[in-house]
């Protein structure tokens, strides 16, 4: 069964520091492993896909790599601003569609 | 304005009392998601829907029912039978075979 675990559980870092979210799975054969942000109280926006042939995906100041081998994914964040606070999570997608969330990064980037 | 929409945003519910959550969505989206997520943890799958009239239990069903007679709704109910029913609830939806699965702004449900 599929697990999903992320480290750290909380992050507290000053304003333009390039930070490392880390997400690790158990079972390597995935279809997909994605990243979301959660504003607290509110939904999930999504940030970026991997595909399980690709090896990263970038959008802005955000990069995501997977290493499918390993069992991990991480979350690069460059130039981190107050903006960036929310909680990170990552899922991994089965065959069936089905998505397996970790329990989630806590994200304060102070000012 | 395409999206997803979750009503109630907040539910009290008694006890003994089954109470149901909306989720609406004009995205044209074949599958639906329920998810769970209690505090500091991720998000836990309760039923999905790839079609109408057709759904499957996730990993969570138990003390929870869904119906999807039509395809732009997947109205959830939390029956007296789930004793801790607290938490944030939380509907997706997503194309056929889609990868990407988009999400409502959640409903937050507590007990009285």
């Known amino acids: 069964k599929q697990e999903v675990t992320q480290i750290p559980a909380a992050l507290s870092v000053p304003e333009g520091e390039n930070l490392v979210l880390n997400c690790s799975f158990t079972d390597s054969a995935i279809y997909n492993l994605q990243w979301f942000r959660q504003d607290p109280g509110k939904g999930l926006t999504s940030l970026l896909l991997?595909?399980?042939?690709?090896r990263e995906q970038t959008s802005g100041r955000l990069n995501a790599s997977l290493d499918k081998s390993s069992g991990r994914s991480t979350l690069y964040i460059a130039a981190s601003q107050p903006g960036d606070s929310a909680t990170y999570l990552c899922a991994a997608m089965d065959s069936s569609y089905k998505l397996i969330f970790g329990s989630g990064t806590r994200l304060l980037v102070r000012p | 304005d395409g999206g997803i929409t979750q009503s109630p945003k907040y539910l009290f519910r008694k006890e003994g009392q089954n109470v149901t959550l909306s989720c609406e969505q004009n995205?044209?989206?074949?599958?639906m998601y329920w998810y769970r997520q209690d505090p500091g943890q991720g998000l836990r799958l309760i039923y999905y829907?790839?079609?109408?009239?057709?759904?499957q239990k996730g990993d969570i069903a138990e003390g929870y029912s869904v119906s999807r007679e039509k395809k732009e709704s997947f109205p959830l109910t939390v029956t007296s039978a789930q004793k801790n029913p607290t938490a944030f609830y939380l509907c997706?939806?997503?194309?056929?075979?889609?990868?990407?699965?988009?999400f409502g702004a959640g409903t937050r449900l507590s007990v009285l």
């Open positions: 997706a939806s997503s194309p056929q075979g889609g990868n990407i699965q988009y």
């Open positions: 995205l044209n989206h074949d599958a």
């Open positions: 829907s790839q079609i109408v009239n057709d759904f």
């Open positions: 991997i595909q399980s042939s690709q």
